[in-house]
């Protein structure tokens, strides 16, 4: 005992079991990686598909001409050749088949062929799609050799980089999992440390209350960085997310989600104060998250939102850590043009740290 | 006893929450090497006088020095030299009992081998078990060995037996004597005055936040019976529990 005491040593021996305990819970495993990892397989598979338009060819058609074919060569619409006429009458009612078509020729000679099409009701927007295609290849096919009296349109379309729905799913799922590890963890491992007596123990330890805090930190800081950097892994090389500065991206990720976390942890700190049970705790760790989640362009951009609701998703830190991981990841921003999205959330942990040294009890 | 050098000193304490006066003006010394016995029914101020001297909580007046040091100026360097065991303490979630050892080797910032610890409280078996997997007197003696860690000179146990089997209270008590016989003062709360006149040497009845009676449990049953006191049943050769013991046996079964 003739050593001086050693704080750091402490520190680290609570963040060690801190972090061991987590890897042990199954609610921090789950709601670091599990969740997020469900919506991000589910969205990368349903996504970067692009626009498909459902036309059925009625029974009878003619099949051998070259507006089917044409049809076929567009690689927008997607051809169902052998349907009964019921079914097909059906699924037009429900919007299933965006339109039924049918060519026939023309035994009078010409136009060779008459295009009929029945558009939906149920599907208007893609039976508009599938008009303008309808027209375009029209005016291609009727025009074939000759050359054009008033104008011909010379589009090209530039390589630009390709944004899939995994380069706006992920950031905002990453964001949830620091959200609901910082909130609800933190909640729950101090609630619990209390209750039980745990702390008390401690105190009864020349341990100071700081190493406590920051022993929790650095293990639940380290276990969300370890999750990010997973789902950013498995993202990349299964989903193709982008990182558009490879390593300097994902580094730059990191110490957003270290922000994010810290932030959010504040909150987890407020709950485990103002929680007077432990089934208590889940109902106010949603009432922070909840609205989070839904209105923090986590799988929409908040633009998509009605005018009167956009203030509200604004004024959310994990808007601006959403919006931030965003711009790095996909637009290669770097930390410093992004500092707007930090200092908002800085004022965040500010303010929510302000709350919690009032709010947090030890015993 | 031939060495009574005090190691803790209490005077005058006094303990109020609000209204309610928990402690009021205890005074009592703690003998260096001693097992010395808080007794009393529950409420009478047993724990809350114990978490003062660990500096766990504050007094509303008084002096309490452990091993000289005040705790109102030395808390921290009273808590290096002291175990505290408390009553239903919980353990970090989700460690097993070689992982807790060692948190608490660093929360004392003190080197030692947790498998040596858990040998000292007879729980090599369990080392890599949860601290909720094991059975009351196993949590007992794994409270027990945390308060070792630091090899304290003082030890304070709060009611370390309630709830046990005879056979785990008396092998709880072997183990207590054993820590004691080592050099260290331990200082016990209980509800049961076999194991204080077995276990103690010096014990002090608290009613109501004040000290009514401090003596050896011996001299305090002469004292009784000097007042002229019989007891109303003749007394045996034995009773009920070494019935049980005879019985069941000794061995400690868990």
Known sequence: MSQPYNHTKATLALAKASFRSITRSPSAVIFTLAFPLIFIIVFGFIGGGGMKLDVAVAPGSDLQNPVIAALEKTGVIRLTKNDTQENIDKNLEKGAYDALISVEKNPNGLPAYFTNVKYTSASLTNGNVLKSVLNDLTHQLNTVNQKPTVTEIRATTITGRLHRTIDFILPGQLGFSLLSTGVFGTAFIFFSLRQNLVIKRFFATPVRRSSIVLGEAIARIGFALLGALFIIIIGHFAFNFTLINGVVTVLNMLVLSTIGIIVFMGFGFVVSGLAKSESTIPPISNIITLPQFLLSGTFFSINAFPVWLQPISRALPLTYLNDAMRKVAFEGANLWDVKQQILIMLFWGIGIYAVAVKTFKWE | ?254
């Open chain 2, 1 to 254: 006893m031939t060495n009574k050098r005090s190691i803790i000193s209490v005077s005058n304490l006094v303990k109020h929450y609000g209204e309610f006066k928990a402690v009021q003006g205890l005074s009592f010394e703690v003998y260096e090497n001693e097992i010395f016995g808080l007794l009393g029914p529950n409420g009478a101020g047993k724990t809350t006088t114990l978490e003062i001297i660990e500096t766990l909580r504050d007094k509303t007046s008084g002096e309490v020095l452990v091993d000289g040091l005040n705790v109102d100026t030395d808390a921290n360097a009273i808590k290096q030299i002291i175990g505290v065991q408390l009553q239903a303490a919980g353990y970090y979630p989700n460690l097993n009992l070689v992982e807790l050892l060692d948190l608490f080797a660093g929360l004392y910032g003190v080197n030692v081998t947790p498998m040596e610890m858990l040998a000292k409280v007879n729980l090599q078996d369990k080392a890599k078990a949860k601290y909720k997997e094991l059975s009351g007197g196993q949590k007992q003696r794994f409270s027990i060995a945390t308060t070792l860690i630091n090899s304290p000179k003082i030890v304070f146990l709060d009611e370390p037996t309630t709830g046990l089997d005879p056979q785990a209270r008396r092998n709880l008590w072997d183990l207590i004597s054993e820590i004691r016989n080592n050099g260290t003062t331990v200082v016990i709360t209980t509800h049961y005055m076999d194991e204080a006149e077995q276990l103690c040497d010096r014990v002090a009845f608290v009613e109501a936040g004040k000290i009514i009676a401090l003596d050896t449990p011996d001299q305090l049953i002469d004292n009784l019976i000097a007042s002229g006191f019989e007891r109303k049943k003749e007394v045996k050769a034995a009773n009920l529990e070494d019935v049980f013991i005879n019985l069941t046996g000794k061995e400690w079964r868990e």
